[in-house]
């Protein structure tokens, strides 16, 4: 079964150096994917312009990874020093709901593009933390690279949840395939470029989860970069319902 999300559908939030595309908008209650894709429950892309900034504050413990696509930005969470992020580079912090964690472009003269992905982590106390890693476009040309895992495997992420995010750079007629195991699913976010899965064309922006099936294969129509989500069932009891993000410009000069 596939669950499509155009990019147009998802919420867009624009404000003075600030631009912001919520996949899940938990604030609409009409919308069907308000509580997330299972366990992924934030997938937000930003666009922020030189100098301006935002805080990111869950109501939730969240698994948050940041990825840094174009640009630089300075994290700073409630108990952490400063860290510096440039482009290719991926982050894993550990987000409770009493942390906030203020993302700034501190760039005079570019903008600073990022997505952010979070996840309700497994059962029991979030461990405090995070950890940040260089990804190099080599290293995921025309192959899905893992990116975060439970274990940490194959130079990844350890992250507190059983999911594993992948990202690849592809270029006009790759074709990739990814298995699926049984009682997981998988949400594809295309990042840059386009993709064709069967009759289903997806553009920039667009995503589409995949359930009840055995794998999940694309063929890039161009040079196209995807960010990959493989996730295990959620657990009924333990299903997050107010995983919503509240958001407000950063005030930092």
Known sequence: MLTVRRS?????????????????????????????????????????????????????????????????????????????????????????????????????SEDAHVFQSGFTPQAGALRPGSLKKLFTHAERQGILKLIASPDGREGSLPIQQDVYMYSTYAHNGNHVVHEITAGRTTWLHVVKGEVQMADLHLKTGDAVGVSDERSISFTAKGPTEILLFDLCAPVPDKLTKNSDVNRQNAMMN
């Open 8 to 108: 147009e559908e998802r919420h867009h939030i624009q404000n003075d150096g600030q631009n912001t595309w919520v996949t899940f908008d938990w604030g609409n209650k009409a919308d069907p994917l308000r509580d997330g894709f299972g366990v992924l429950k934030i997938l937000n892309e930003e666009t922020l312009s030189p100098g301006r900034g935002f805080i990111l504050h869950t109501h939730n413990d969240m698994v948050v990874v940041t990825y840094v696509q174009a640009g630089m930005v300075i994290y700073k969470g409630t108990l952490e020093e400063p860290d510096f992020l440039e482009t290719k580079e991926f982050q894993r912090i550990n987000s409770t709901p009493d942390t906030k964690q203020y993302v700034f472009n501190p760039s005079q």
